[in-house]
């Protein structure tokens, strides 16, 4: 999805996104919950500072608060500006003092500090122009031994189950919502632009650890930034 649409859809669908997120993904799906299963992937965060990437309407937050304590910091960035006006009423609401918000790219994240200890990605980066920029440059802000996890779909229509079946149904819903572009839906096109994505995450990790679900459409994608070589 270009980028300007992906801004307009996601603008659009804000003040209604997480009332359609527990109804789909929470209820319909039974998916809502892997989202703290990623997100203690991350490890011990305590005192750490945690890049949010397409934090949207700040879903992630709850979870990622009490994980990072008073010392620690949550930064939340999005491109969509509706999507961060409801961020921001959640975190005034809360009363979160450790939570930071961008706007900016994820292809670029230009605002982003030069090092932050770990990175989470939950249902954004598979819509993102450049998939490829994206993870480097999320892996560019990653402090050495310092964990990622993306939590995403990289395929359109599942290898098995109901969902197989139900692609053409599901689809035309998704863009009916304004979630998804005919674009993000081409499964074809997802698979491949992961594929190219992982290619990304295992050069610069090393190694990727990999869990699936929603009948294989669904990925959890983890792994830790080498450390720095230490000089005899």
């Known amino acids: 999805m270009r980028l300007d649409q992906v801004q307009r859809n996601y603008d659009r669908a804000a003040r209604h996104y997480?009332?359609?997120t527990q109804l789909v993904f929470g209820r319909l799906l039974d998916i809502e919950r892997l989202r703290e299963d990623a997100?203690?992937?991350?490890?011990?965060?305590?005192?750490?500072?945690?890049?949010?990437?397409?934090?949207?309407?700040g879903r992630n937050f709850p979870l990622l608060v009490p994980r990072v304590g008073p010392k620690g910091q949550v930064i939340g960035v999005d491109y969509s500006r509706g999507m961060l006006d409801e961020a921001r009423a959640l975190v005034v609401q809360r009363g979160w003092e450790?939570?930071?918000?961008m706007h900016d790219d994820a292809a670029e994240l230009a605002t982003v500090p030069a090092a932050v200890d770990a990175v989470i990605s939950v249902w954004c980066m598979g819509i993102v122009h450049d998939l490829d920029a994206a993870l480097g440059r999320a892996l560019d802000v990653l402090r050495p031994g310092?964990?990622?996890v993306i939590m995403d779909f990289d395929r359109a229509r599942p290898d098995r189950g109901c969902l197989r079946w139900l692609y053409p149904v599901y689809s035309r819903l998704l863009r009916?919502?304004?979630?998804?572009?005919?674009?993000d839906l081409d499964d074809d096109r997802l698979r491949a632009k992961w594929k190219s994505g992982r290619g990304v995450l295992q050069r610069r990790l090393g190694s990727l650890e990999e869990e699936r679900y929603l009948s294989g459409g669904g990925v959890i994608l983890s792994g830790t930034a080498p450390r720095l070589e230490k000089r005899p």
């Open 176 to 183: 009916w919502a304004g979630i998804d572009s005919a674009e």
């Open 146 to 148: 310092g964990r990622i």
């Open 18 to 20: 997480d009332t359609w």
């Open 39 to 57: 997100i203690e992937l991350l490890g011990d965060i305590d005192g750490k500072v945690v890049l949010d990437v397409g934090c949207g309407t």
């Open 98 to 101: 450790n939570v930071e918000l």
